[in-house]
């Protein structure tokens, strides 16, 4: 049994591409063109309409002349602000849709155990994220029942990401059963406990993309997560 064949085969793969509406700029134009005309029609009208003693001197023309200048520029920069907004969203999905058939690591602390009808082993990689340097660093892996079946050294780590694959036998030597298998990590430095992020492997099948324009990786059994979340493409 290959642990990513059974993980592809418990979900379907699925990628919805978002659509953006082509009628938003026009309507922002012609919003801020009606806008100015209505200005520069009262602007007239108040011009005609002045007392001949007391006219409207320079700098009240001035202002209102930018206020027309103003109004039209703030519409206009709305629909570009829109159109960019639109074309960060689309960005963000064709950078997630080229993870797609890729492994990931994301916040998690699972491994998957199965073994080929030729009996061979296959595990799914574990890791964790250091904010600082340990001297001292063990994963401790434990079955469903949380009995522990193995505790593996790792040395000192920097600080980042690390990744690793469990060999999948027990401290007797003998092959793990295969199933679903949990870790923690235990990091130090100069005795102190140090935070260790656990990571477990996903595998994802296909990019979602909600109504409002925010985009998830689909990741099968391990349901969804943002690019972001994202800690190590393998």
């Known amino acids: 049994m290959a642990i990513t064949t059974s993980i592809n085969d418990t979900t379907d793969n699925t990628t919805i591409a978002s659509t953006s509406s082509g009628g938003s700029s026009t309507t922002g134009a012609s919003s801020a063109d009606d806008l100015s005309s209505s200005f520069l029609t009262l602007l007239v009208a108040q011009l005609k309409n002045q007392d001949p003693t007391n006219p409207m001197d320079n700098s009240q023309l001035t ?5 027309i200048s103003t109004v039209s520029g703030i519409e206009k920069l709305n629909t570009t602000l829109g159109s960019i907004s639109g074309q960060i969203t689309s960005g963000s999905s064709v950078q997630a849709s080229s993870l797609i058939g890729h492994g990931v690591m994301v916040s998690g602390s699972a491994i998957l155990v199965g073994s080929d009808t030729d009996g061979t082993v296959s595990t799914t990689p574990f890791g964790f994220e250091l904010e600082t340097a340990s001297d001292t660093t063990t994963a401790t892996i434990s079955d469903s029942t949380g009995k522990v079946v193995k505790t593996i050294s790792l040395g000192s780590q920097t600080a980042g990401v690390h990744s690793y694959t469990w060999d999948g036998t027990q401290e007797d030597g003998t092959k793990a059963p295969d199933g ?42 391990r349901g969804t997560a943002s690019v972001d979340s994202v800690r190590q493409i393998l």
């Open 180 to 221: 679903s298998y949990t870790f923690s990590i235990n990091a130090l430095n100069n005795g102190q406990q140090m935070v260790a992020t656990p990571l477990n492997y996903a595998l994802v099948n296909g990019v979602i993309t909600s109504s409002s324009g925010t985009t998830a990786l689909d990741l099968g059994v």
């Open 63 to 67: 202002s209102q002349l930018a206020q």
